[in-house]
């Protein structure tokens, strides 16, 4: 068991957003699967249905994606954030995402009443214009967005942050001014394939984020800057595969860690990782908080 702003997780793997967390079904079974918290598909102000297909390809060394963020709105998914917390015992995370501090503020208040343990802002997807990344790599905004979220909530905000800047430490900090109990770092690093054969961008959108192994070592460079700069935990995503990865990420700074990706190979991977960070803990007769930011002890 361990706690992060105040939540009680079984275990550090956290369901990252975006990956089948579009109903409660869903929610609820990687809940009981092995994860130690869930989080929704993020939730915008009015439904959008996202970027034509192709919208997914798999490249072989990690995955390139633009959706769009599509998703009914918050009025509409209300009462599947409702019904994944009533059915399970994990905490149930909301990703959210807006235009404005307005929009975000909307969302929030039209889903607090689901239920949710805490929210988490996504200011960092690289794909739909007008949202996430827009915005996020604005250090003003971003401190706005968050300020006015926690201004408005007493539940745990955390805000998840794009690598697609020059200074992601600056855009933490920003996101700690605001009042954020935790940090979520990263999203997808944006990117592109070109079909050679016809020319044609492989991608609907033409352009979108890679995800899984590729971008596992910018996402622990990313953590790894953020624990050093910060005072609030970080959570890691980007390239989590397996418990050596898991331990890694922590490693370098995360107090738990996000499974997108390598959700494809099984849910399964959840009980794996998890199984995994609780054997190379007992073999060495170490804690959890033993080898968060143990590579910043080594210098």
Same mark, same amino acid.
């Given at each position: ?64 994606? +633009?959706? #769009? ?6 009025? /509409?998914?209300? *009462?599947?954030? %409702?019904?994944?917390?009533?059915? $399970? &015992? ?37 794909? +739909?214009? #007008? ?6 790599? /604005?250090?003003? *905004?971003?401190? %706005?967005?968050?300020?006015?979220? $926690? &201004? ?148």
């Amino acid at each position: 068991m361990i706690e992060i702003t105040g939540l009680k997780l079984r275990n550090p793997t956290i369901l990252a957003a975006g990956i089948m967390g579009t109903t409660a079904a869903s929610l609820v079974r990687v809940a009981k699967v092995g994860a130690g918290a869930v989080v929704t598909k993020s939730i915008g102000p009015q439904p959008k249905e996202g970027h034509k297909n192709p919208s997914m390809v798999n490249l072989g060394y990690g995955f390139l994606n +633009a959706m #769009g963020l599509p998703n009914p709105s918050f009025p /509409d998914f209300s *009462a599947e954030l %409702e019904t994944a917390g009533s059915k $399970t &015992d994990v905490p149930v995370i909301a990703s959210i995402f807006g235009g404005n501090a307005d929009e975000f503020t909307q969302v929030a208040e039209g889903l607090a009443d689901a239920g949710p343990d805490a929210f988490e802002l996504n200011v960092s997807c690289p794909h +739909a214009q #007008g949202y996430g990344a827009s915005i996020g790599c /604005d250090t003003c *905004a971003v401190e %706005e967005i968050t300020a006015a979220v $926690t &201004d408005m909530t007493d539940l745990p905000v955390w805000v998840k942050l794009t690598p697609n800047v020059t200074d992601i430490v600056s855009i933490g900090e920003a996101a700690q001014r605001g009042g954020a109990d935790a940090i979520v770092a990263i999203n997808t690093v944006r990117g592109m394939a070109i079909d050679i054969h016809s020319g044609y961008p492989v991608l609907g959108n033409r352009f979108g984020g890679l995800s899984g192994s590729a971008v596992k070592p910018v996402a622990i460079k990313c953590v790894y800057d953020l624990y050093a700069a910060l005072e609030i935990p970080v959570i890691g995503v980007g390239g989590i595969s397996c418990w050596e990865d898991a331990v890694e990420m922590m490693m370098a700074g995360a107090s738990a860690v996000q499974i997108g990706s390598a959700v494809y190979e099984g849910v399964d991977v959840f009980r794996s990782i998890a199984d995994g960070i609780d054997n190379f803990l007992a073999d060495r007769d170490l804690r959890f908080d033993d080898i968060i930011g143990l590579a910043h002890r080594r210098i």
